[in-house]
């Protein structure tokens, strides 16, 4: 019997279904077999893939983890897509809830009616009865329909933010005693423009109202709130983007690992033989620059992280020059510290910028000793950087 099937829903009235660990000796039928779409599991693949299903004008149902307790693999704003025929892109858990979404995405689209599930893998006994995950924690999932006569909304809203260079924040309404407001009703808030599903007046300028708490903290939380709604409010944080300024080998492994964590990379190289000697097929842009012309050239306000890497003492320091007054959240440059204090050396006062914020050598002190393992180390670093958080083991931790 497979994990999936040792799962019964049952149902509370009002509110939403919970996923509860089987009575022994009850036998359950197997639900089938399921698909993946696709290996990857990235916010980008989650993109691609709605395109994809998209395009077929296939009916699929947006699943968003809306809160948690205790451990869980995904935490409250990750969000995955199901489609009606038993198939998924993306990960709430390790892989053992996923299938019974599945199963309730088929019901989610025939009925064209939002629902919302529970599973609470907290109790001692899940080792033997239950889902046999070993988690120990508690995870809500909010299941949307998203169908082609409704033009696949609010997620095509949200896939546009995730690709934007500006973040957003969006209010999606999970519960609802509110006459005139059903579950799915959302907002989507960003600088300056607000768009709105299944809701207006009031109750859509308060949903604003507070996704603007939401981005100004870069928060994501679940509120029940007076008013009979439970509402999750979500930062919509763009698909980093990565520019490499260097196409040697050593920039290969950084392109494809940087691809399967979904992020936007762009390359780019001064000697066209270096482009041309491939490689970098899994990379967004592979272009030609001139060093001195690289502002002009590319929009290097558009990246999160810039990796200065052309093993070219004088062509770096071109690059660091047009870098030094821009404000990228990571930028860095590849090589001892004895090389970066050179550069910042030879570029004087706009050296005495770039100080505080240009990161040399990059990476994290892993035992990196190959170019994988380098290219490792360096997106660990990035990606905490990113994600403002603090490096530590997590057994230490």
Known sequence: MTPYARCVANEMPGRQRE???EIPGTILPVLPVLSFAATSMSVRQILTTFDAWR???????????????GSSYSKAGHRILLGAHGEYQGLVSGGCLEGDLA????????????????YDMRDEADELFGLGVGCNGLIRVFLQPLLPAEDYEPFASIAQH?????????ATVVESARAGVEAGATVIVEAGSRQNWQVDGEVADKLAAECNRALRSAGTYYSQQESGLGVLYATLRPVPRLLLLGAGLDAVPLVNMAADLGWRVTVADHRPAYLARGGFERAERAIQVSPAALAAQIALAEFDAIIVMSHHLVTDRTYLA???DGNVPYLGVLGPRARRERLLAGLEEKGTGLRSKLKGPVGLDIGADSPESIALSILAEIHAALSGTAVKSLTKG
């Open 19 to 21: 996923a509860k660990p």
């Open 162 to 170: 995730l690709l934007a260079n500006r973040p957003a924040a969006v």
């Open 55 to 69: 395009a077929k004008g296939a009916p699929m149902v947006l699943a968003t983890v809306y809160e948690t307790i």
């Open 322 to 324: 047009q870098l030094a």
């Open 103 to 118: 199963e309730r995405a088929r019901t989610v689209v025939e009925t064209a009616k939002a629902s919302a599930v529970t």
